[in-house]
């Protein structure tokens, strides 16, 4: 069955960098696009990157552009998250998601996944 499992959250300071993995099974990765989405206690779950399958082109929201990077290793079945620059703004639970359907650009709405991960909780101390 298909499996998405987050690591690599933390508790870090304002400034510090960290990397966010996602490591997939049980379904053809490379034919799929993947997100990640994050969501605080009491808010809504919000877009972050996504990365298309094929081309591997990018988006990002507004709010993480030029700070975070979205890749991926299709050999490892593994979706990277570097986040740099991070601010206190960033703590959430990140979760890590499939897009299934070939997409021809990164989503951005979170209804157009149909798998997702866990989470990993990422906090960002002033």
């Known amino acids: 069955q298909v499996q998405l499992v987050e690591s690599g959250g933390g508790l870090v300071q304002a400034g510090d960098s960290l990397t966010l993995s996602c490591a997939a099974s049980?379904?053809?990765?490379?034919?799929?696009?993947t997100g990640w989405f994050r969501q605080d206690p009491g808010e809504e779950r919000e877009f972050v990157a996504a990365i298309n399958w094929g081309t591997e082109s990018t988006s990002y929201a507004d709010s993480v552009e030029g700070r975070f990077i979205i890749s991926r290793d299709n050999a490892k079945n593994t979706v990277y998250l570097q986040m740099n620059s991070l601010q206190p703004g960033d703590t959430a639970v990140y979760y890590c998601a499939v897009d299934r359907s070939f997409s021809r650009i990164p989503q951005r709405d979170q209804n157009e996944y149909d798998y997702w991960g866990q989470g990993t909780q990422v906090t960002v101390s002033s």
């Open positions: 049980g379904f053809t990765f490379r034919h799929a696009s």
